[in-house]
């Protein structure tokens, strides 16, 4: 599965980074000392020991009543969740401000040891050293916080991977040791396993938040090296033991454990990152244990929404599609449009995998004319000459509707059936003719496959490696041509993946992936748990009606982003939306609301804004183009 930042290789330059021995000082310094966040860019510093409490620099302090332990503690990219390896060995995230409301990662493992859990750049992947009974360390991580599956990121060999860091592109260092024993070293790994060394006699590395300096332990002291030129400058020289640095989020500082001549327990110090100082730091009294920085950056809750059906559409695609012919928009161009009826949603449950296939919006017009705004939007974004897609017969969208959409200069393409099922699989032809997974879902009612179109739009942008489509079923059982079509594509190996209770039903002859809940907000739950917890945008809809989560799931599926469904009309989110918001803060930074507050009330889009921030809350807006 590719991962939403995926880890550059090294720049040639660090194939010069030199060994022990050498101090360069003055070389590029980072900007002057800061010891709090700048305005912008607040944060905290806590420290882990092992108890069940994290402490905080200021005097405060977060505690899980259950008395279970807190161990290398450390925060996600907005500071709302924190990850921890609890007594049994699990990786553990909990809440910024309840250290009861926890979510397991990783299950503990018989004989594994783990330590160190970090964020990977800004998602939502956490990694850790783990060590098996019997063999070296290794960094592994979830590929996503389902707590499914893990992946190793470290080279296979003998030797041991630990303390591994992150900077905000997602950019990994760790410490390698060929044996146990053996004098340590440092370097970058790559998404082939590769291990590139920056420094030798070096452990415990921190990579600062731009990836341009890497700080280290070297004989108890914290020195740093320039990555693009080796430079090393030393930190601190002031006879104490240093251990466990962290960069802070602006990269002006680092918060390590300092052990004085002479003492028998470690301090917490923040010591001044420029070198400019050298062995500036000051103690923090009274917090003891493993360090780490809490980031606090602001949030995004953004509505999109219109007058009505056609105006929230067109709000979904203003939201993210540039202008045609101003190059004063920098935001993306759309390759087509896919239109489809307004009065009903039968014809148009797969719109949302073409509209992300396509790399354009949905937008929506009744059956027998085009309507104005939509014709306007059209306009907007589409280059002349440019692709329309029509979902369903001349008895979905009128003859006079195509007329009309050629009369403003573009191509149309109707994608039809027989009836709604022949319409899917003529849409699902468009997407791809063999599609990696086939995602089945009833044709009878909305939910389940509007669910299904974001997550299968999600495969099929431009620059993944997978394609996916949305198929339907009549309730439980299968019409012929979609039989045919899905023994064809089991013969050709495509993953088949059962989205709702009567598509489980009708497709049970056949080896599938069954996503189903006990409702349709738990289905949707069940699907973006599966497909997504990348982090970066949450999508929310009714789950009552379909054309706002149908316009919205296409711009979903574009932003590689989950539609979480809810009941609308009540002043609180739907359990499973909650669940899946807080499950996810730790990466997300926009919730997107799709409809007016009498679809999506303004308590519901509040607390989505609560569940995926930290400390600084999010803000709120309504259109515009917050989402790029």
Same mark, same amino acid.
């Given at each position: 599965?590719?991962?939403?930042?995926?880890?550059?290789? +090294?720049?040639?330059?660090?194939?010069?980074?030199?060994?022990?021995?050498?101090?360069?000082?003055?070389?590029?310094?980072?900007?002057?000392?800061? #010891?709090?966040?700048?305005?912008?860019?607040?944060?905290?510093?806590?420290?882990?020991?092992?108890?069940?409490?994290?402490?905080?620099?200021?005097?405060?302090?977060?505690?899980?009543?259950?008395?279970?332990?807190?161990?290398?503690?450390?925060?996600?990219?907005?500071?709302?969740?924190?990850?921890?390896?609890?007594?049994?060995?699990?990786?553990?995230?909990?809440?910024?401000?309840?250290?009861?409301?926890?979510?397991?990662?990783?299950?503990?493992?018989?004989?594994?040891?783990?330590?160190?859990?970090?964020?990977?750049?800004?998602?939502?992947?956490?990694?850790?050293?783990?060590?098996?009974?019997?063999?070296?360390?290794?960094?592994?991580?979830?590929?996503? !916080?389902?707590?499914?599956?893990?992946?190793?990121?470290?080279?296979?060999?003998? =030797?041991?991977?630990?303390?591994?860091?992150?900077?905000? /592109?997602?950019?990994?260092?760790?410490?390698?040791?060929?044996?146990?024993?053996?004098?340590?070293?440092?370097?970058?790994?790559?998404?082939?396993?590769?291990?590139?060394?920056?420094?030798?006699?070096?452990?415990?590395?921190?990579?600062?938040?731009?990836?341009?300096?890497?700080?280290?332990?070297?004989?108890?002291?914290?020195?740093?090296?320039?990555?693009?030129?080796? /430079?090393?400058?030393?930190?601190?020289?002031?006879?104490?033991?240093?251990?466990?640095?962290?960069?802070?989020?602006?990269?002006?500082?680092?918060?390590?454990?300092?052990?004085?001549?002479?003492?028998?327990?470690?301090?917490?110090?923040?010591?001044?990152?420029?070198?400019?100082?050298?062995?500036?730091?000051?103690?923090?009294?009274?917090?003891?244990?493993?360090?780490?920085?809490?980031?606090?950056?602001?949030?995004?809750?953004?509505?999109?929404?219109?007058?009505?059906?056609?105006? #929230?559409?067109?709000?979904?695609?203003?939201?993210?599609?540039?202008?045609?012919?101003?190059?004063?928009?920098?935001?993306?161009?759309?390759?087509?449009?896919?239109?489809?009826?307004?009065?009903?949603?039968?014809?148009?449950?797969?719109?949302?995998?073409?509209?992300?296939?396509?790399?354009?919006?949905?937008?929506?017009?009744?059956?027998?004319?085009?309507?104005?705004?939509?014709?306007?939007?059209?306009?907007?974004? !589409?280059?002349?000459?440019?692709?329309?897609?029509?979902?369903?017969?001349?008895?979905?969208?009128?003859?006079?509707?195509?007329?009309?959409?050629?009369?403003?200069?573009?191509?149309?393409?109707?994608?039809?059936?027989?009836?709604?099922?022949?319409?899917?699989?003529?849409? =699902?032809?468009?997407?791809?003719?063999?599609?990696?997974?086939?995602?089945?879902?009833?044709?009878?009612?909305?939910?389940?496959?509007?669910?299904?179109?974001?997550?299968?739009?999600?495969?099929?942008?431009?620059?993944?490696?997978?394609?996916?489509?949305?198929?339907?079923?009549?309730?439980?059982?299968?019409?012929?041509?979609?039989?045919?079509?899905?023994?064809?594509?089991?013969?050709?190996?495509?993953?088949?993946?059962?989205?709702?209770?009567?598509?489980?039903?009708?497709?049970?002859?056949?080896?599938?992936?069954?996503?189903?809940?006990?409702?349709?907000? =738990?289905?949707?739950?069940?699907?973006?748990?599966?497909?997504?917890?990348?982090?970066?945008?949450?999508? +929310?809809?009714?789950?009552?009606?379909?054309?706002?989560?149908? /316009?919205?799931?296409?711009?979903? =599926?574009?932003?590689?982003?989950?539609?979480?469904?809810?009941?609308?009309?009540?002043?609180? +989110?739907?359990?499973?939306?909650?669940?899946?918001?807080?499950?996810?803060?730790?990466?997300?930074?926009?919730?997107?609301?799709?409809?007016?507050?009498?679809?999506?009330?303004?308590?519901? /889009?509040?607390?989505?804004?609560?569940?995926?921030?930290?400390?600084?809350?999010?803000?709120?807006?309504?259109?515009?183009?917050?989402?790029?």
């Amino acid at each position: 599965m590719p991962r939403q930042h995926p880890r550059r290789p +090294l720049a040639a330059t660090l194939a010069s980074v030199l060994a022990a021995g050498a101090v360069a000082y003055g070389i590029a310094p980072t900007p002057a000392s800061a #010891t709090t966040g700048q305005p912008d860019n607040p944060f905290a510093v806590t420290a882990s020991n092992g108890s069940a409490t994290i402490g905080f620099a200021d005097g405060r302090s977060l505690t899980n009543s259950t008395g279970a332990k807190i161990r290398y503690a450390s925060w996600s990219p907005d500071g709302s969740r924190a990850a921890y390896v609890d007594q049994d060995g699990a990786i553990v995230t909990l809440r910024h401000d309840d250290a009861d409301d926890l979510h397991k990662v990783v299950w503990p493992e018989t004989d594994t040891e783990r330590r160190d859990p970090k964020w990977i750049g800004r998602t939502d992947q956490v990694m850790w050293a783990a060590k098996p009974l019997g063999r070296p360390w290794r960094i592994e991580s979830t590929r996503n !916080l389902n707590g499914v599956e893990t992946d190793a990121l470290s080279p296979w060999d003998d =030797a041991n991977y630990l303390a591994p860091d992150s900077d905000n /592109a997602g950019r990994i260092v760790v410490e390698r040791q060929s044996s146990d024993g053996a004098v340590p070293s440092i370097g970058m790994i790559d998404d082939y396993h590769h291990f590139e060394e920056i420094a030798t006699d070096a452990r415990n590395p921190t990579i600062s938040p731009d990836g341009r300096w890497v700080a280290f332990v070297r004989d108890g002291d914290i020195w740093k090296v320039y990555l693009y030129s080796g /430079a090393l400058t030393r930190l601190t020289d002031n006879g104490g033991v240093h251990d466990n640095p962290e960069f802070s989020p602006d990269g002006y500082s680092l918060v390590a454990n300092r052990t004085a001549a002479g003492a028998d327990t470690a301090e917490v110090v923040r010591i001044d990152a420029s070198g400019s100082w050298p062995d500036r730091f000051t103690v923090l009294t009274g917090l003891r244990g493993v360090p780490a920085y809490q980031p606090q950056l602001r949030d995004r809750t953004v509505r999109v929404t219109g007058q009505d059906r056609f105006g #929230t559409a067109v709000a979904a695609s203003q939201a993210h599609w540039g202008t045609n012919g101003d190059p004063a928009d920098v935001r993306p161009r759309a390759g087509a449009v896919v239109l489809s009826r307004s009065d009903t949603y039968a014809d148009a449950l797969g719109g949302s995998a073409l509209a992300a296939a396509k790399k354009g919006p949905l937008l929506l017009t009744p059956p027998a004319r085009l309507q104005p705004q939509t014709a306007d939007e059209i306009r907007r974004v !589409l280059a002349p000459r440019g692709t329309v897609y029509l979902l369903g017969s001349e008895g979905a969208l009128s003859a006079t509707v195509r007329s009309e959409v050629e009369k403003l200069g573009f191509t149309v393409v109707r994608l039809a059936g027989a009836d709604r099922f022949g319409t899917s699989l003529a849409i =699902a032809n468009a997407i791809n003719p063999a599609p990696d997974q086939v995602l089945v879902a009833t044709g009878m009612n909305f939910p389940d496959a509007l669910a299904a179109g974001a997550a299968a739009g999600s495969r099929n942008r431009p620059g993944t490696d997978a394609s996916a489509v949305v198929v339907l079923t009549n309730d439980g059982k299968l019409p012929d041509p979609m039989k045919s079509y899905l023994d064809a594509r089991q013969r050709g190996g495509s993953q088949l993946i059962a989205v709702g209770k009567q598509a489980a039903a009708a497709i049970d002859p056949y080896l599938t992936i069954n996503l189903v809940g006990d409702d349709r907000f =738990a289905t949707a739950n069940a699907v973006n748990v599966h497909f997504f917890g990348r982090g970066g945008k949450v999508g +929310l809809a009714t789950g009552m009606d379909w054309p706002d989560a149908l /316009a919205g799931g296409a711009l979903m =599926a574009t932003l590689n982003g989950p539609l979480m469904l809810t009941i609308g009309t009540q002043n609180t +989110l739907h359990p499973k939306a909650a669940w899946y918001a807080d499950l996810l803060s730790g990466s997300v930074d926009t919730a997107v609301v799709f409809g007016s507050a009498a679809v999506v009330s303004d308590p519901q /889009a509040a607390e989505l804004g609560r569940w995926i921030s930290g400390p600084m809350g999010s803000s709120t807006a309504v259109n515009g183009t917050y989402l790029d």
